[in-house]
């Protein structure tokens, strides 16, 4: 199987708080994770990929410091939403990928931030 | 850049008939991954179906089915003996070949929601 767990499932908060989401791939380890944020009726538009160990490389228009994705082991990759604000309300899913050219992308079921 | 395109942003069909979601796609690559990806309600994003530029013949997974016509860069989904458990939004998408890590990111069509009349 290829499981990718994520949490959590759905956050509220207030304006100014830093959120945390957590992806891991229970039953695989995750060469490549990659986080995608989806607006209501709309398709997945790519955030950011991670490699272990490595930087992210975030797509043209997102935030770095906005946007703070560790990938700390071949299991694990957060997303941190840093001072968030009514704007950042989204639907936030990840995926994770094996090591090898055709391997697919596997999805967590993604979180649900409102920010208020 | 890659772009896909999903022309139907609504369909229909009657339980156990059968029902085919369009998808384009623009790239100058020659080897590349083309998957559709299905997103019921409880939002997980499920893959269907894959298949490998490089092959000719179409993908099948039980029910479901591609016509992949790459000089029309071309790639529907076919499903068969649609069930009440098909209907979710349909996402077609597209992946460069390679394992440059560049080339791991997946581009998406804006979907197809299909319903299914019981």
């Known amino acids: 199987g290829a499981v990718v767990s994520q949490h959590p499932s759905r956050v509220i908060c207030k304006s100014g708080t830093s959120v945390k989401i957590e992806c891991r791939s229970l039953?695989?380890?995750?060469?490549?994770m990659f986080w995608y944020r989806q607006f209501p009726k709309q398709s997945l538009m790519l955030m950011a990929t991670?490699?272990?160990?490595?930087?992210?490389?975030?797509e043209q228009g997102v935030e770095k410091d906005k946007f703070l994705i560790n990938h700390a082991s071949l299991t694990l990759s957060t997303l941190t939403v840093t001072s968030a604000h009514p704007e950042d309300s989204s639907f936030y899913i990840c995926?994770?990928?094996?090591?090898?050219?055709?391997?697919?992308?596997?999805f967590g079921d993604g979180t649900r931030l409102s920010i208020l | 850049a890659q772009t896909v395109t999903q022309s139907q942003p609504e369909m229909s069909v009657q339980e156990a008939e059968t029902v085919t979601l369009s998808c384009t796609y623009d790239?100058?690559?020659?080897?590349?991954?083309l998957f559709w990806y299905k997103q019921p309600p409880s939002r997980q994003m499920i893959l269907v179906i894959r298949?490998?530029?490089?092959?000719?013949q179409n993908a099948t997974e039980n029910r479901f089915s591609v016509n992949f016509q790459k000089a029309a860069k071309s790639f529907s989904l076919k499903i068969s003996d649609s069930q009440l458990g098909d209907a979710a939004m349909y996402f077609c998408?597209?992946?460069?070949?390679?394992?440059?890590?560049?080339?791991?990111?997946?581009?998406f069509g804006t979907g197809t929601r299909l319903t299914i009349i019981p």
């Open positions: 995926s994770a990928k094996r090591q090898g050219g055709n391997q697919p992308q596997h």
């Open positions: 039953d695989f380890q995750a060469t490549t």
């Open positions: 991670s490699n272990e160990g490595s930087k992210a490389t975030y």
């Open positions: 790239t100058s690559e020659s080897d590349y991954y």
């Open positions: 298949q490998e530029a490089y092959k000719q």
């Open positions: 998408a597209y992946r460069s070949a390679g394992s440059n890590f560049g080339n791991e990111k997946l581009t």
